[in-house]
T-cell receptor, first 116, second 115 residues
Framework: QKEVEQNSGPLSVPEGAIASLNCTYS??????FFWYRQYSGKSPELIMS????GDKEDGRFTAQLNKASQYVSLLIRDSQPSDSATYLC????????????????FGQGTILTVHP | EAQVTQNPRYLITVTGKKLTVTCSQN?????MSWYRQDPGLGLRQIYY???????DKGDVPEGYKVSRKEKRNFPLILESPSPNQTSLYFC??????????????FGPGTRLTVL
């Protein structure tokens, strides 16, 4: 099993719909969870971070975390064509030296296309 | 402007010819990291550094070296590049805010091709 696994894509939704992106992780000790957006040919940019169970909302984005199920998701409401990108789930982990700060494991990414 | 810079942005080289990709940040961040990105595999961490002279292996360190002699710089060294190291490389830096917040600020990427 991969350490961080995202739902297979690509995902295509119509403009105005809700896009749902899912991610599961294997390390129960993980404490920090991130969603990055990456446009083609560009570097990843952080859109959401979440640390506690439950929902966290920021504008059209809602991150959901369930540590018992080892599951984190991202909902994008009122999807726009400009949301079309690859979405990367990232989870902090433990490095070889036992430290966790700065050690991030990414999922393989989900390509989202929002069509007009 | 706060940023992470990488050089070169594009590089085509041949097998076995040593190369260095530089990474520099002007935000006084303590932590820095290198990733490679390959289709279908996402971003995979190569090495990261918690401070000057302190580094740790990521998930795919084989074939790479790093050094952190100054806080602002974190070069990635390929002593003997091979074609399987053809990839898109990203450097990132992380402020030490304490707690769980470890947002990474990414550089623009370096596309490396090893023939």
């Amino acid at each position: 099993q991969k350490e961080v696994e995202q739902n297979s894509g690509p995902l295509s939704v119509p403009e105005g719909a809700i896009a749902s992106l899912n991610c599961t992780y294997s390390d129960r000790g993980s404490q920090s969870f991130f969603w990055y957006r990456q446009y083609s040919g560009k570097s990843p940019e952080l859109i959401m971070s979440i640390y506690s169970n439950g929902d966290k909302e920021d504008g059209r984005f809602t991150a959901q975390l369930n540590k018992a199920s080892q599951y984190v998701s991202l909902l994008i409401r009122d999807s726009q064509p400009s949301d079309s990108a690859t979405y990367l789930c990232a989870v902090n982990g433990r490095g070889a030296g036992g430290t966790s700060y700065g050690k991030l494991t990414f999922g393989q990414g989900t390509i989202l296309t929002v069509h007009p | 402007e706060a940023q992470v810079t990488q050089n070169p942005r594009y590089l085509i080289t041949v097998t076995g010819k040593k190369l260095t990709v530089t990474c520099s940040q002007n935000m006084n961040h303590e932590y820095m990291s290198w990733y490679r990105q390959d289709p279908g595999l996402g971003l995979r961490q190569i090495y990261y550094s918690m401070n000057v002279e302190v580094t740790d292996k990521g998930d795919v360190p084989e074939g790479y070296k790093v050094s952190r002699k100054e806080k602002r710089n974190f070069p990635l060294i390929l002593e003997s590049p091979s074609p399987n190291q053809t990839s898109l490389y990203f450097c990132a830096s992380i402020p030490r805010r304490g707690g769980l917040d470890n947002e990474q600020f990414f550089g623009p990427g370096t596309r490396l091709t090893v023939l």
